[in-house]
């Protein structure tokens, strides 16, 4: 493979015009590629204490869903929450209806659970089952809330629809409630929300925390959700259901993302609390100093060139604080750019004109690394292949369970330590290379 | 019986996949959503098989769905060709292209004049059955593209047919026969298909001697041979020492060559120090000796015997895989299959003081009166990692031994 003709099948970001059109993969042949929305919608309905999940779709689908809950305990491991109809050609020929519903039958009478998401996959959506109508008839017939949650991998990019979906469908479950202090907070797929910052603060404020949807609630959780004063949402998945809370509801919602840039951290944190009613905790202004000196101490990654590919973090809010940083974007993998990135791309493009691909794509990248010769690469890859070739990897998943003024600081530490890192890989390397070092 | 609760029998597309995985020099580019590829590589890291620059999506979109258009294949077919060279690219449908039709077989014939590696499609997406339906399926393309003949004859070698690497034990089973016959026969394996080979030992197949068939659904691929290339097989596997020492025998008397006599007298006197446990079954007052056996076909019926061997009645005998596959003669021992999760549970519940062959689901679900060994897939408390612990040959024999010592512990 030819790492110039790649890139040459690649645009820059500022000649992206349509994302959906213009954002392509590196080549035509990929691996391991994207994860698919089952695997979202299994990731959402894993944190709902009291809910199954019933998954319509082939013998393989539902093989490797399960395989992965298996060691769970959120799951409840082999006899768990996660279970599956398994469809054969006769289903695809008749339909999946009457299978769905005797299994159906089955469940309840051996688990009687609080509620049901039916999790539809490729097949069922190809040829048409009407899941919607289907959960509909079987929330009637067994008085608990059941959900279709379509998961066609076809229709969509990556496994976060799937999340998105399966949090959205919730809203089915969700009961008039009078008002009170709490908030709710949306999206959260990593982590558990007591060990954040922002959860430490909001208990500090003594601000109670109802339903944290995805990542740990109950189906009661969720039935008393409209009870919350403000909707947290902590990642974009959670907005269709804020909306929707919102419009049926009233409840107001604030965009409290992992954000990297101390900024953004400080308008979230003022957005929160100025809905909430409530002074702004002064131990903020403490944080955000902690955060902004570690920020300072960051000033050193000028010119540190890298390419970023899949981090917990907003692709392009961190990729932006990094430019701002002075370091230098040179391929951006992502899933896509929203119109919410708007302000983040302009600070990119201000430093600099990325490469603009797909994710997940990692056998091709080999070439890339040669052409673009990158210090640091962030997100996953294998370690020892990319020290080889001069470059260390910003560890980031701790930040996933981050929320607030700790993923600026703990984010400047990875990229000062990576940078460092990768500065001692490169001395190693022309050490060996001139035959006086030790081997990497 | 409609829901499934714990892990589904993998698919007949599931089958397939673990078997090209299998051949190096190959690549697999699979026609259809990513997601799945991605997913899959929990359970192949676990069965240890490597996917790197082995395997690819092409992910497919809406309009690939509703137009048919498979250009995003015929591309990554000619960009796998020109990057990895591979002598072979295995194109495999989703249970995506499958549903809506798509003709793999016309694409790769289309796009074959373009390439240098030989495109081999498989358009099995899922639904033809389970994984028995797609390592017949396997077997029979794979010797019928590439063990195609011309290849050198090598005098004193052979080849094993069936080889799963989804079954449990399965690389330790092939190292246990080809311990068995250097030892018996001086005789060396050329290729095991499908264990960690290549395009090049599939090639070399034709040149071998004999065709070791372990697996039912390797038998039309081992006809095909002998009709073609007038390689002969034998069907069986050398579960138990009597087991060993038969099967020994009838590879012998197909080649005309005589059994290491070495061999032979360790057999037998294995095989006579089993005496000893008929005599305990009218030793217990309280209890029978009596077995549950669940897994690969072959593997329930050569351990049955085995058991049978020591006067372990086998009370259940069901394989994990449909049996449809295996051209089961009307009247052949009585092993059955059920697609019924829930009857299988119902029995497993009912078991009390028995000796349980099964896999790790089993082993959760029967009571502490029981004794479990674990022999067959899916592996859920573990790992398989030693390759000196087989199932088949005296070894097997001795482990599967060790259990039901302890298991007679437990008889009153």
Known sequence: ?440 | MSLTRFLPVPSDRMGILWTLLNIEGSVIVEYGPAGTTHFSMGLYGELGIEQENRLFTTHMREEDVIMGDTTRLEKAILEVDENYSPKVIFVVASSCSAVIGTDLRGVCTMVQPKTKAKLVAFEQGGFRGDYSFGLKAAYDLIAGTLAAGGAEHRPGTYNILGASSGAYRCKADVLEIQRLMTEAFSMKCLCAMCLETSVEALEAMTGADINLVIRREALPAARMMEEKFGIPYIYGVPYGYRGTSDWLAVIGEKLGRIVNPKVVGELKRKTMSLMQYRMYSRMFRRDTMKAYLYGEYETVSGLSQFLSDMGIRAAHRISAHSLAPLELREGAEEITHTESEKQRIDILRGLERTLVLADDTAGRLISNTNTFVRISTPLIDGSQVATHMPLVGPRGADMIREYVDSYLNTLR
């Open chain 1, 1 to 440: 493979m030819d790492g110039k003709e790649l890139l040459s099948r690649l645009k820059r970001l500022s000649e992206i015009e349509n994302p959906g059109k213009d954002i392509h993969g590196l080549t035509y042949a990929q691996f391991p590629g994207t994860h698919c929305p089952l695997m979202g919608a299994a990731m959402a309905v894993r944190g709902i204490r009291g809910a199954y999940m019933m998954i319509v779709g082939t013998d393989e689908c539902s093989y490797y869903t399960k395989h992965m809950t298996i060691h769970s305990e959120d799951w409840g491991g082999l006899m768990g929450r996660c279970v599956s109809v398994t469809i054969d050609q006769h289903d695809v020929t008749f339909g999946c209806a009457r299978k769905t519903e005797e299994a159906f039958a089955e469940l309840m009478e051996e688990a009687a659970p609080e509620a049901v998401y039916i999790v539809t996959t490729c097949v069922p959506e190809i040829i048409g089952d009407d899941f919607d109508a289907i959960a509909e008839r079987l929330s009637e017939q067994y008085k608990i809330p059941v959900m279709a949650v379509h998961t066609e991998h076809f229709k969509c990019e990556n496994h976060m629809p799937g999340v998105e979906r399966a949090i959205t469908a919730s809203f089915r479950m969700m009961e008039e409630r009078p008002r009170n202090n709490s908030v709710n907070v949306i999206g959260q797929r990593m982590g558990r929300f007591e060990d954040t910052e922002l959860y430490r603060v909001l208990r500090d404020a003594g601000v109670p925390v109802g339903a944290q949807l995805p990542s740990g609630c109950s189906v009661e959780d969720i039935r008393n959700a409209a009870s919350a004063a403000v909707n947290i949402v902590v990642n974009d998945i959670g907005l269709p259901l804020a909306r929707k809370m919102k419009s049926r509801f009233g409840t107001p919602y604030v965009f409290f993302d992992k954000f990297t840039d101390p900024e953004h951290i400080a308008t979230a944190y003022e957005n929160l609390f100025a809905f909430l009613g409530v002074p702004m905790p002064d131990e903020l202004g403490e944080l955000r100093r902690n955060a902004e000196a570690a920020v300072e101490a960051a000033g050193t990654l000028q010119g540190v060139p890298f390419i970023y590919g899949n981090t917990p973090f907003r692709c392009f809010e961190a990729c932006g604080f990094m430019a701002t940083l002075g370091m230098q974007p040179q391929l951006i993998q992502c899933h896509g750019i929203a119109d919410a990135d708007s302000e983040d791309v302009e600070r990119i493009k201000a430093a600099a004109d990325p490469y603009i691909t797909q994710v997940a794509n990692i056998a091709p990248l080999q070439y890339i690394y040669d052409e673009l010769k990158p210090k640091l690469y962030l997100g996953h890859e294998y370690a020892e292949r990319l020290r080889k070739k001069g470059i260390a990897i910003v560890h980031t998943d701790a930040g996933g369970g981050m929320l607030g003024f700790e993923v600026a600081t703990y984010f400047a530490q990875q990229l000062i330590g990576a940078t460092k890192e990768a500065a001692e890989i490169n001395t190693a390397k022309e050490a060996e290379e001139s035959g006086r070092g030790m081997t990497l």
